[in-house]
């Protein structure tokens, strides 16, 4: 199996920032796209933004754009989301995920596997 392990949320005043990290571990994988999705009381879950594992090409929400930063560590198997000038709108559960293919033996087994989640709160 392929877990991912999520930290970095919390509680955080208006204009404040938080650093989220996932590390993806477990059977021999790879790992494609990674990213952050949201989830807020009462609203569906959302894409905040993804990232590429070769060229690290970025695509972003645009409520997010020119706020939140998405980076990857393909040696540590992890991505961060660097999240900036909070608003209380971002308050939510984040989700990473990771686009990935696990090996075992002569089997292939290709997933999005999804973090546990990790509450964001921005207060005004």
């Known amino acids: 199996q392929v877990q991912l392990v999520e930290s970095g949320g919390g509680l955080v005043q208006a204009g404040g920032s938080l650093r989220l990290s996932c590390a993806a571990a477990?059977?021999?994988?790879?790992?494609?796209?990674m990213g952050w999705y949201r989830q807020a009381p009462g609203k569906q879950r959302e894409l905040v933004a993804t990232?590429?594992?070769?060229?690290?090409?970025?695509v972003y929400a645009d409520s997010v754009k020119g706020r939140f930063t998405i980076s990857r560590d393909n040696a540590k198997n992890t991505v961060y989301l660097q999240m900036n000038s909070l608003k209380p709108e971002d308050t939510a559960v984040y989700y990473c995920y990771a686009d990935r293919v696990a090996y075992y033996g002569d089997t292939k087994d290709p997933r999005t596997s999804w973090g546990q989640g990790t509450q964001v709160t921005v207060s005004s």
């Open positions: 990232i590429t594992s070769g060229d690290h090409s970025t």
């Open positions: 477990g059977s021999i994988f790879t790992i494609n796209a």
